[in-house]
């Protein structure tokens, strides 16, 4: 089977790596001529709106995926007319959009920050007389790992914000006063079998995923499972999805999803019986889904900006280096490194040698 990837970052990367033992084959369309996944197959360079390149891409595979959700919905509706694509472009138009995804989680009964549509400063104004401050405000689409987005805190953060991110659609959030943050990775096939890998706890910095940590027998796994099988659902999802959610009170409240493999699932590569790669790629492919469960204790750490020399993260026990081939950049996931132990003793410890190594 061949399988037609949109975007070819690090994603299509390790979803290529975990397809190849299966017999699969991979097409990626993206315009960097430096595609990190290219190496892993064909790489059609063009633009996601492309229609003769997406055509192209349509007749040469038996089922496309996208690696990240700033692809436009209307290219898999395009796609989904010649070869099957999964997720499904509404999945995707949800996703993208802060105000879809927000208003549905509310109309499912999933609890969520007070927030509200902002089209104009007049709107921001009276959405922060409403909800008040501190508040995040957001770009409905495009934004990650910390970008078009800003906190305000003072009233005069208020003054001119609109303009700042852009004078584009936005939503605002009231300020969450979390305990914590955890994510939910799932997987749902064609014919709707369900699989959940445990919660991950989540630590950010500069708005950018630096740690996750797979939990054992977390209290909110079954709260956390139910609010994202109400939304596999409810979007008729095929494939991985990751919801991030806030601890508050002793509950969740739903931060965002992502309707893709997602950074906080790496630690599956070496840390769960089948990978979240390997299990998106069941699910497209009509192949039965392999097991969730965790083995050992796991984390992962992002390599933000550089990637530690190899001897130094090798060197490390029970630590796993994933170098995504990618130039070094300030700012730019470049790497991660997933530790599997046999205990929480050792798994600690992997982590402080390894934050030792970022923090050179």
Same mark, same amino acid.
């Given at each position: ?20 033992? &299966?017999?699969?084959?991979?097409? !990626? ?11 892993? %197959? ?8 492309? #229609? ?25 509706? !395009? ?59 957001? #770009?409905?689409?495009? *934004? ?11 009233? $005069? ?22 305990? @914590?943050?955890?994510? &939910? ?6 014919? @709707? ?13 500069? %708005? ?7 939990? #054992? ?7 956390? $499972? ?18 991030? !959610?806030?601890?508050?009170?002793? @509950? ?18 070496? %840390? ?16 039965? &889904? ?34 995504? @081939? ?8 470049? *790497? ?13 410890? %992997? ?10």
């Amino acid at each position: 089977m061949k399988i037609g990837v949109i975007g070819g970052g690090q994603l299509g990367r390790m979803l290529a790596l975990a397809g190849t033992p &299966l017999g699969q084959q991979f097409a !990626f369309l993206d315009p960097a001529p430096d595609a990190c996944a290219q190496a892993l %197959g064909e790489h059609i360079r063009a633009d996601y709106n492309d #229609t003769d390149h997406l055509r192209q891409l349509a007749d040469e595979v038996d089922v496309v995926t996208f690696e990240f959700e700033s692809v436009p919905a209307e290219t898999v509706a !395009f796609l989904s007319q010649f070869v099957p694509v999964y997720p499904n472009a509404e999945s995707l138009r949800i996703a993208r959009d802060r105000w879809f995804e927000k208003s549905m989680f509310q109309d499912l009964g999933i609890p969520t920050p007070e927030f509200a549509d902002i089209q104009s400063q007049d709107n921001l104004d009276a959405a922060v007389k409403r909800i008040g401050l501190p508040a995040v405000m957001k #770009t409905r689409t495009l *934004g990650y790992d910390g970008k078009g987005q800003k906190v305000l805190r003072h009233p $005069e953060d208020v003054v001119g914000a609109f303009a700042e991110l852009g004078s584009v659609p936005c939503i605002l959030e009231g300020f969450v006063p979390f305990t @914590g943050e955890v994510s &939910l990775v799932a997987v749902r096939a064609r014919d @709707g079998e369900t699989r959940f890998y445990p919660l991950v706890h989540n630590t950010h910095e500069n %708005g950018i995923l630096k740690l996750s940590i797979a939990s #054992t027998e977390h209290p909110l796994q079954a709260l956390a $499972e139910d609010y994202v099988g109400r939304v596999l659902d409810k979007l008729d999802y095929v494939g991985v999805l990751a919801f991030e !959610f806030f601890e508050v009170d002793g @509950g969740l409240k739903a931060n965002e999803i992502a309707p893709r493999v997602h950074n906080s699932g790496h630690w599956t590569i070496e %840390g769960a019986e089948c990978s979240q790669f390997e299990n998106h790629l069941r699910a497209i492919a009509g192949l039965p &889904l392999g097991s969730t469960a965790k083995v050992g204790e796991s984390a992962m750490l992002n390599f933000i900006g550089e990637v530690p020399a190899v001897e130094a993260v090798s060197a490390i026990e029970h630590c796993h280096l994933h170098h995504y @081939g990618k130039a070094f950049k300030a700012g730019r996931k470049v *790497g991660h490194a997933t530790l599997r132990c046999p205990d929480i003793a050792a798994l600690k410890a %992997g982590i402080a040698e390894v934050e030792a190594l970022i923090d050179k």
